[in-house]
């Protein structure tokens, strides 16, 4: 029997909820069944939008499983059902949900994959922002993590991905005409996610990532197919540089061909050669250009090869390019003696991809390469010792040789080699071309017939003499070059080491961009050796100059006084102060000044990040008081005018039962209209950092039952012993933070379930002694990814009733409790229920006023009320 065939999954992807990727699933399902395909809805859920619940009517659906986490129920697709149900396609609403506790599996795509593995065909939806590799991307845009992803993979193996599109102003009209959300969440999903900005920032990211995945399937088409030639659907543009200073003219070259066309693409190629000692271009150049091809949307490819011809082709073909941009050739007119050049040879060997050959102001004038060092530096005391062998060397050998009588001339020939190598070994070139000329000389006039004479009587002496001589020149120009090369390598690995510390520096710097600049401008210093560094921008070359960051004593403030300034574009330069460089130091300091650049962006991006972050926190938080003034505040408000109208009427006559009953309904409207305001205006003071709680020595077990006025006489259980030690509190805003939480705990408590709050000393090691009080609640809980969230300002956790309050309470408190130095955090109950743990630093006293044995609770247990 042959192994069962997979089945297929096909996912409709959109940019947000409320486009009608469910609609789409549940259409396709029916024009499957018309087909006569067996079709069953594994789980789908209509949100109680009517058009979808009645799509969903006209199909076979199999029963959900019920479950029941924290005493509730709720229903999951069973996985069991369908597999035994073992339709020809399923349909799985919301790929990214994440299961009840107690599922087969924890996500719903492991779901899913097992439908697949059983051969069913599946047909699913799924939201941009849920795929996991974009989970960065789509917070930085909407400002909320989502906690429920599906891995790309997953995405990525379906065998068809329909993208559902919708522009967003017509989504937000679909918002506002109540087929997304309920009415009462229009509003505040207007004003926050589904924001237009948001919306399309979302829809485009939606559109590329389904662009990308055509382009993987085309490609894996080509493969399959084994086509070698371009396929045109998709402009291309392929840039080639070489690090040279036309290569801004042909990046924007390029960019205008692109912008000519919809949807072009730009690809910068830098084709680097394979032995990272000979490469042209200028790594400054490099990183600038770098900088402009992805600055107009387009990316930056490094490839390695010996012929730049073949290699940026070879590039070309694999990204399936429509077209090459190269600059004019800036060799001169003889250097073609060597070769046609890249731009000819692209040309010829392009075939059906269109060559674009761009003229600029260096054609023709050169390749001004970077310039190397010609002459090795190897210290005075090399170079002396080179010139004394080179030179005084051959006629004290000549001296020798004489004395013996010469060992024949051959012997002879190679001991003057001999020396001329030591002498290019220690001397370098110069050293040792002297050695071979004086050499030669003294070959000549000692050792070659008719001797202590300059002529040379036998021919092939004439020869082995002018032999000898070409032979050391070039022994001692291969040494040399040897030298040279060892040089450049150990330089080239001294330049990597300082990048890589560079990094590190960077990676491992603190937080601020004010700070990694000044580490960044103190390596600079201690690299360079400078007396001090900055880093200059301007708004434009109009401007004057500003220092963004400075290291060390007196730094220059414009570049003209500097000893050392490398610009980065026109509006940025690093300046140094204390001696002039060489070039070859200069190329790196060009990938410090650009990681100067690179930080100062970084330092602008983050202060824009945080003012947009602080300007939609108060947007949210003007959206939800708007909200409670409309509402929350109204309601009491409501009360208080209907029973003073009642007790006012000329037309009625109250007995006093009555008349004390409306008065007892104006009291308690007054007074939850005054907590509501007491509660905003300390959240007000709480957000523009007012907030200045006056420190005493303060006893918790007489702050605490101040705490109690506003719950209910028999709601609370105290444990809070008078033994515990003092502790260092505000003790008005303590209790107005101990009155929030415990009125949070009783409202949430069954009823006839006291509320304990106890309060233990703790006595953490080599630490100052805390307190900690506890409010223990057995009410429904909070789930453990909320516990932080509740604590933010205007939420209210679950089904609490309109008019329950603003949601500002448990915020003030722990605004308050952290103002006087300490914490509030929440904890599970054992057996259920909500504990909320306030820690306060204790008074330091002699061991004698504390109690012998820490107070509960010493393993931050709470025990069951």
């Not at 069913?120 to 996991?132: P, R």
């Not at 208080?640 to 104006?666: F, H, M, N, P, Q």
């Not at 008019?803 to 259920?832: I, Q, S």
Request: hydrophobic share 45%.
């Amino acid at each position: 029997m042959g192994c069962m065939a997979r089945g297929r999954l096909r996912i409709y992807l959109g940019a947000a909820p409320g486009v009608g990727k469910t609609y789409a699933m549940l259409a396709e399902a029916h024009r499957r069944q018309v087909r006569g395909t067996d079709v069953v809805v594994g789980f789908v859920e209509h949100h109680n939008r009517q058009l979808t619940a009645d799509l969903i009517a006209g199909l076979e659906s199999v029963p959900r499983r019920e479950l029941t986490h924290r005493g509730a129920v709720f229903t999951e697709m069973d996985l069991d059902a369908v597999l035994a149900r073992r339709p020809a396609v399923a349909l799985v609403d919301e790929l990214a949900h994440t299961n009840v506790p107690g599922s087969r599996n924890a996500k719903r795509w492991q779901d899913v994959e097992e439908l697949l593995s059983a051969g069913i065909d599946v047909v699913s939806t799924v939201n941009i922002q849920h795929l996991e590799s974009l989970g960065d991307v789509v917070e930085g845009i909407t400002g909320v993590r989502q906690r429920e992803t599906v891995p790309d993979a997953v995405v990525r193996r379906a065998d068809q991905i329909e993208l559902v599109d919708m522009s967003p102003q017509a989504l937000r009209r679909r918002l506002a005409h109540g087929n997304v959300y309920a009415p009462e969440k229009i509003d505040a999903a207007r004003a926050n996610y589904f924001r237009l900005g948001n919306l399309t920032a979302l829809r485009e990211l939606a559109l590329l990532w389904t662009a990308d995945r055509v382009d993987e399937y085309l490609q894996r088409y080509r493969e399959e197919q084994g086509i070698k030639g371009t396929w045109q659907a998709r402009e291309r543009i392929v840039v080639g540089l070489t690090g040279g200073p036309e290569g801004a003219t042909l990046i924007r070259r390029a960019a205008r061909i692109a912008a000519k066309g919809s949807g072009g693409e730009i690809l910068a190629v830098h084709i680097s050669r394979s032995d990272g000692l000979t490469g042209s271009g200028s790594p400054q150049a490099l990183i600038e250009q770098r900088a402009l091809v992805e600055s107009l949307g387009g990316s930056f490819h490094t490839v390695l090869g010996d012929d730049p011809a073949a290699a940026l082709l070879d590039f070309a073909r694999g990204v399936n390019a429509t077209q090459i941009v190269l600059g004019s050739s800036r060799r001169r007119a003889w250097q073609y003696i060597y070769g046609p050049g890249v731009s000819a040879t692209v040309t010829r060997d392009s075939g059906d991809i269109d060559v674009h050959i761009v003229t600029h102001e260096h054609a023709a004038k050169g390749r001004g390469r970077i310039p190397i060092r010609k002459v090795t530096d190897l210290g005075r005391t090399r170079t002396v010792a080179g010139w004394l062998i080179g030179v005084a060397g051959p006629p004290l050998l000549a001296v020798l040789l004489t004395a013996v009588h010469g060992l024949g001339l051959s012997t002879d020939m190679l001991l003057f080699l001999s020396l001329t190598v030591c002498a290019a070994l220690i001397g370098g070139l110069f050293p040792a071309i002297a050695s071979a000329l004086v050499g030669s000389t003294a070959l000549n006039y000692y050792f070659t017939p008719p001797v202590h004479t300059f002529t040379i009587s036998q021919p092939e002496n004439i020869l082995a003499v002018g032999i000898f001589t070409a032979v050391g020149i070039a022994v001692a120009s291969v040494v040399d070059l040897a030298a040279r090369r060892t040089h450049q390598a150990a330089r080239s690995q001294a330049e990597a080491q300082t990048l890589s510390a560079l990094a590190g520096t960077v990676l491992r710097g603190a937080p601020t961009g004010d700070s990694l600049l000044t580490v960044l401008l103190d390596q600079v210093r201690e690299t360079f050796q400078q007396d001090s560094a900055a880093l200059l921008e301007r708004a434009d070359e109009h401007s004057p100059w500003r220092t963004a960051a400075c290291a060390g004593p007196y730094p220059p403030e414009r570049p003209e006084v500097s000893d050392v300034d490398v610009p980065v574009g026109g509006e940025l330069a690093l300046v140094l102060r204390g001696r002039v460089l060489p070039a070859e130091d200069r190329r790196l300091l060009g990938a410090f000044a650009a990681q100067a650049a690179v930080l100062l962006e970084r330092r602008r991006l983050a202060g824009e990040a945080a003012a947009a972050r602080r300007e939609a926190e108060g947007n949210r938080i003007r959206t939800a008081l708007l909200a409670a003034v409309s509402h929350d505040l109204r309601t009491p408000l409501a009360g208080i005018k209907a029973a003073v109208t009642s007790l006012r009427a000329d037309d009625v006559e109250w007995d006093e039962a009555d008349e004390a009953e409306l008065l007892a309904g104006i009291e308690a409207g007054a007074d939850r209209l005054d907590h509501l305001i007491n509660n905003l205006l300390d959240m007000s003071r709480l957000q523009t950092g007012t907030v200045t709680p006056l420190i005493q020595e303060t006893d918790l077990d007489e702050v605490v039952p101040f705490a109690l006025g506003g719950v209910p006489l028999n709601a609370v259980k105290l444990d809070v012993p008078e033994s515990l030690p003092m502790i260092h509190a505000d003790a008005g805003l303590l209790e107005r933070s101990l009155a929030n939480l415990i009125e949070n705990a009783v409202k949430y408590s069954p009823d006839g379930v006291k509320v304990l709050v106890k309060a233990g000393a703790l006595y953490p090691p080599d630490s100052p002694g805390r307190v900690e009080l506890r409010v223990v609640d057995r009410g429904p809980g909070v789930p453990e990814e909320a516990k932080e969230r509740i604590f933010a300002p205007f939420q209210r956790y679950g089904d609490a009733p309109r008019g329950a309050g603003v949601g500002l309470g448990l915020a003030v408190a722990r605004g308050f409790v952290e103002a006087m130095g300490g914490t509030v955090a929440a904890e599970d109950t054992p057996g259920g229920g909500l504990t909320m743990v306030v820690t306060l630093p204790a008074v330091d006293l002699p061991d004698a006023n504390f109690p012998e044995k820490p107070q509960q609770p010493p393993n931050r247990k709470a025990e069951p009320v």
